[in-house]
């Protein structure tokens, strides 16, 4: 089993719609979690971590399900602006900050 | 907050020549910092962590001697790759954590080898 996977899409939706990622992670040990996204030919970008008790900036809301070993994110109201990949990331324990990524969801935000 | 900054931003080098790609935390300081590489369309790929004032800790499969990375200040990591060859070709992406675990990334490095 990977340490982080994501189904890599591409999730095409309409502009307005609701849609939601999933990722899972193998450690369970992992204490911590994030969501970035890279947007075609460039870096990666810090789009929010991922608390226990979830948490919500604007319309995006992180989730983390421990016992089911997966975090989620949701995006509501979709904008065309929101097209990129999604990369979630979970902590490797005992490894110096190091992070590992999954492969990328990709969504496509349709007029 | 949390910029870093990368250079340069696009080289194209013939095969044979090394190549230095240098990352900076321009408003933090970063003990760590990590060196990545990603093929179009294809996920990052850690290549090492880069820990001021140590030896660079390098992930399997990755040459040591091929990638050398530099950490010679809190601030300052630099890649170098050696003996390029067209293979090397790729975008190389370098991050740093003011914080446990988040990571924020320079704007990466695209390298051409001819």
């Known amino acids: 089993r990977k340490e982080v996977e994501q189904d890599p899409g591409p999730f095409n939706v309409p502009e307005g719609a609701t849609v939601a990622f999933n990722c899972t992670y193998s450690?369970?040990?992992?204490?911590?979690f994030f969501w970035y996204r890279q947007d075609c030919r460039k870096e990666p970008k810090l789009l929010m971590s991922v608390y226990s008790s979830g948490n919500e900036d604007g319309r995006f809301t992180a989730q983390l399900n421990r016992a089911s070993q997966y975090i989620s994110l949701l995006i509501r109201d979709s904008k065309l602006s929101d097209s990129a990949t999604y990369l979630c990331?979970?902590?490797?324990?005992?490894?110096?900050?190091?992070?590992?990524f999954g492969t990328g969801t990709k969504l496509q935000v349709i007029p | 907050g949390a910029v870093v900054s990368q250079h340069p931003s696009r080289v194209i080098c013939k095969s044979g020549t090394s190549v230095k790609i240098e990352c900076r935390s321009l408003?933090?300081?970063?003990?760590?910092m990590f060196w990545y590489r990603q093929f179009p369309k294809q996920s990052l790929m850690l290549m090492a962590t880069?820990?001021?004032?140590?030896?660079?800790?390098?992930e399997q499969g990755v040459e040591k001697d091929k990638f050398l990375i530099n950490h010679a200040s809190l601030t300052l990591s630099t890649l170098t790759v050696t003996s390029a060859h067209p293979e090397d070709s790729s975008f190389y992406i370098c991050?740093?954590?003011?914080?446990?675990?988040?990571?924020?990334f320079g704007p990466g490095t695209r390298l051409t080898v001819t």
């Open positions: 880069s820990n001021e004032g140590s030896k660079a800790t390098y």
């Open positions: 450690n369970s040990a992992s204490q911590s």
């Open positions: 990331a979970v902590n490797s324990p005992g490894g110096y900050q190091k992070v590992t």
């Open positions: 991050s740093a954590s003011p914080l446990s675990y988040e990571q924020y």
């Open positions: 408003d933090f300081q970063a003990t760590t």
